[in-house]
């Protein structure tokens, strides 16, 4: 279930350099993590419960909130007048007996914003990710503190978020299959997947049960903002079926090599994950993809793969001056 919206709480407000009418607040929206936004001056006061939108939020059309019209009513994070504009921030008008920290994504009717896939690269749909293999999905580094907590001493690593759209191959008891981020796909020409499946020849040449997780980038594909000539898959998650769990970073680029298909950028690695102000956080995001363009972000992960909470210890992190 998708939670992008809460019921949060102020508990910080300072003026933004060279601005008048606007100021920075920080809300704490407990399970749904803390964010940094820009409000109008004088709009709240510190211990004021907000409404809180998270990035990808789709809002329903409403008048109250004509400037988003212009955003196809999307949230997107972004960097306003050099400050973290991640949500959005909104004056508290619900029943008294929704408190702090409520979801409230379903009582506001909000529904994500999923990167559309052209058809021409989609395909028919043959059902869902198939062997309990999981969706790719990363969390925002902003809600899940305990991740990022448990990351400091671990030898890590750090990716460049390649901005395409996720893929998945898979191979089970000599089945190949292709897998966009929610479906499996039936075998086409147009497809993909299958594209990709096909330019690196990786259909027959696996013989254990395990799942690639990687992005499918190039024309045609979002905005092709590493301004490729022709399709590419970059791998960034290697999932073994039978023991149902991730492998690690050095078992990724062992399988990689073997297929001889590209793995993600790797920015950084290194032996201990240092503590972080979230602020700095946020700036190691602030990267360029190798043509000069501002990059998607980052995802970070401990070389040895772990979990917190009962989910995978594996955060990313939005790269607020970048345009999508």
Known sequence: ??????????????????????????????EGGSWSGVVQKDQFKTGDLCIVYLQDALLKPDPSYAFLEKWHWRIKMQRLRGVPSECLIMPYHLPNHIQMGADITDFLGVSKYEKPIPMELSGQAVGGLPHGIP??????????????????????????????????????????????????????????????????GVMGSVNKNVALQFEAVGPSIQDNNLKLTEIEARGFTLFDIDRHEYLGLNDLRSFLTTIKVPMVRILNEGDSFVSTTNDELRK?????????????????????????????????????????
């Open 135 to 200: 969706m790719t999905d990363e969390p925002n580094f902003q809600k899940v503190p305990d991740m990022v907590a448990a990351l400091v001493g671990r030898p890590y690593y750090m990716s460049e978020k390649a901005d395409g759209t996720s893929g998945t191959w898979y191979w089970y008891n000599g089945t190949f299959g292709c897998c966009g981020r929610n479906y499996e796909y039936k075998e086409s020409e147009g497809n993909v997947f299958w594209r990709l499946a096909r330019k690196y």
């Open 284 to 324: 190691l995001a602030e990267i360029k993809y190798l043509n000069g363009g501002h990059a998607e972000g980052v995802v970070i992960r401990p070389k040895i793969e772990d979990r917190v909470n009962n989910e995978r210890l594996s955060f990313k992190i939005i790269n607020l001056l970048y345009k999508n």
């Open 1 to 30: 279930m998708n939670k992008l919206a809460y019921v949060g709480q102020i508990t910080k407000i300072e003026p933004v350099t060279g601005a008048d009418k606007i100021v920075r607040a920080e809300v704490n929206c407990v």
